[in-house]
């Protein structure tokens, strides 16, 4: 499913983050930045060890909940990985929701910094986070879209999701931000 906003477009997709030719993708990451399972083990796996090594090069320090740091993309067709830690789901009232949109704004301003005008995002913070499926929807897509409307670039942002249930929630989310 493809939504066209003028600006650019909002697309969702099931398949694999580390496939993605667009010129970014989006970890999944955690605050030590030191790799993990879901998308981070993937995203290590296919892209190769030069990933990891740029990492504790350049961010020994790691990275707070709500950020996003820059590595290149080894192996994988992407440029770019950005690393965006998104929140531990805790009930959703510890700031969780404000903390997932910086997360996903923090990877649209690199990626506009870095020029690219593609990028690729995971369900953040839906996995080993527990971040319901459906609140974390509607926080990527309202994000991305407010985005993209106000921003020159990116030009497509993609939502790859790995399961239908997971593709049918960002749809839906996605509809329902749409401007009518
Ligand atoms: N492509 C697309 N989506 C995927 C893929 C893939 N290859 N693999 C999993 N998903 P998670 P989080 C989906 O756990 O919740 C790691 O250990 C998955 O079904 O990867 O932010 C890190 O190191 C889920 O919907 O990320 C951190 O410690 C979504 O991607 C921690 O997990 C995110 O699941 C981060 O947890």
């Known amino acids: 499913m493809k939504v066209r906003l003028g600006t650019g477009d909002l697309e969702v997709v099931q398949g694999d983050i580390t496939q993605q030719t667009t010129d970014a993708i989006v970890n999944a990451a955690n ?4 790799g993990g399972g879901g998308v981070d083990g993937a995203i290590h796996r296919a892209g190769g060890p030069a990933i990891m090594q740029e990492t504790q090069e350049r961010y020994s320090a790691g990275c707070p909940t709500g950020g996003a740091v820059v590595t290149g ?3 994988l067709s992407a440029k770019w990985v950005i690393h965006a830690v998104g929140p531990v789901w805790k009930g959703g009232r510890q700031g ?10 923090a990877c649209l301003f690199h990626a506009v910094e870095l020029g690219c005008q593609s990028i690729s995002f995971p369900a953040i913070s839906t996995g080993a986070y527990g971040y ?3 609140l974390a929807a509607n926080n990527l897509a309202k994000t991305c879209m407010d985005f993209i409307r106000w921003h020159r670039g ?8 790995f399961d239908e249930v997971a593709r049918l929630q960002f749809e839906r989310a996605l509809r329902e931000v749409v401007p009518k």
């Open 154 to 161: 990116p030009r497509l942002v993609r939502f790859v999701v």
């Open 31 to 34: 605050t030590a930045l030191a």
């Open 73 to 75: 993309a080894g192996n």
């Open 96 to 105: 969780e929701p404000a903390q997932l949109a910086a997360a996903c704004r």
């Open 132 to 134: 319901p499926l459906d």
